[in-house]
């Protein structure tokens, strides 16, 4: 069973920065795609970015690319997720999710129903 846990959510003016992270743990972490997914209240859970299981391959929404970047440390079990150039649409909960595949891809990681594992969600608050 593999547990993930988000942290460095928070309120921040619009046009600055937050980096989310995510541990994960009682799994072998190199074997799990990792993705970021969020949720604004009366909204649908939606597709941030996904990284694959080596980090060689990111996919981002096109809401946030060139503006959010994934990376991960295999050596630390850790996923982040930088954020810059925030802005009020971005206030969301930020899930954590890891999928089990054997291929280092990011092909369908777009899909919650994918992921196998879901952190708690960490609050981020954008203020205009």
């Known amino acids: 069973q593999v547990q993930v846990v988000e942290s460095g959510g928070g309120l921040v003016q619009a046009g600055g920065s937050l980096r989310l992270s995510c541990a994960a743990s009682?799994?072998?972490?190199?074997?799990?795609?990792m993705g970021w997914f969020r949720q604004a209240p009366g909204k649908e859970r939606e597709f941030v970015a996904a990284?694959?299981?080596?980090?060689?391959?990111?996919n981002y929404a096109n809401s946030v690319k060139g503006r959010f970047t994934i990376s991960r440390d295999n050596a630390r079990n850790t996923v982040f997720l930088r954020m810059n150039t925030l802005k009020p649409e971005d206030t969301a909960v930020y899930y954590c999710?890891?999928?089990?595949?054997?291929?280092?891809?990011?092909?369908?990681?777009?899909?919650?129903?994918?992921?196998?594992?879901w952190g708690q969600g960490t609050q981020v608050t954008v203020s205009s």
């Open positions: 999710a890891a999928c089990h595949r054997a291929a280092d891809s990011v092909v369908a990681l777009t899909t919650p129903m994918e992921y196998d594992y």
């Open positions: 990284i694959s299981r080596s980090g060689g391959r990111q």
């Open positions: 009682g799994g072998t972490f190199s074997s799990y795609a």
